[in-house]
């Protein structure tokens, strides 16, 4: 911290800088437009986020967040077809396929990506979880739709050895390799997600 710093400020910048895509002078930026000439606006945002941290919980059956008193609206949602279960990595690429209106079935959201440097593994992922759903229900299909970067790819076999292991009669696809190599899935536009789900392959890795 400079010299000179006004320390709740700043702390309000580092606050922002820690948000995925944020660098410092993003934050800076935010924190300033919020403080000057978008008050009514930063003071709907704290709000509204307070309302959100004290209702908003993770779906018991697929892990997305939601604000429901129980299970989320797709899971809720009896003409979703619950014989599919598309996994992702977290709500933002849920919402990105659900923006496509290409797919009906329901999700399963893993929270994160396999990153072994960090840790994080198929139990830090709740992949017992998903296990389970295909014990207890009549899964037909399970959709691999992690994006195509190196974390992605390595959940994405993770998860496919796992289903065979588990379930070696389930169908296991990945969403088509229309989709660009080393995007994140939620900056996937609309079309290319659309094409991709409906031109998914069986995984064979």
């Not at 700043?10 to 820690?18: I, R």
């Not at 279960?85 to 990506?113: H, N, T």
């Not at 830090?124 to 229900?137: I, T």
Request: net charge negative; glycine share 6%; with cysteine.
């Amino acid at each position: 911290m400079s010299e000179h710093a006004d320390e709740l400020l700043e702390n309000l910048t580092e606050l922002f800088a820690d948000l995925p895509g944020l660098g410092p002078r993003s934050a800076s930026r935010i924190v300033g437009s919020l403080l000057v000439d978008k008050r009514d606006l930063a003071q709907n945002l704290a709000r509204t986020l307070t309302q959100a941290l004290e209702h908003a919980h993770q779906c018991p059956r697929c892990n997305t967040l939601t604000t429901a008193p129980d299970l989320c609206p797709v899971c809720s949602d009896a003409s979703r077809d619950g014989e599919v279960i598309c996994v992702v990595e977290r709500p933002a690429d849920q919402a990105a396929i659900e923006a496509s209106v290409a797919y009906r079935g329901v999700y399963f959201v893993l929270m994160g990506r396999v990153n072994p440097i960090q840790g994080v593994g198929p139990a830090e992922l709740g992949v017992q979880k998903l296990l389970e759903r295909l014990r207890s229900e009549p899964v037909r299909e399970v959709v691999i739709a992690t994006s195509y970067t190196a974390e992605g790819e390595t959940t994405a076999h993770m998860l496919t050895a796992l289903l065979r292991r588990h379930a070696p009669n389930l169908r296991v696809t990945r969403l088509a390799r229309g989709l660009p190599v080393g995007v994140e899935l939620e900056y996937t536009d609309a079309p290319t997600l659309s094409a991709a789900i409906a031109d998914r392959k069986r995984d064979k890795s």
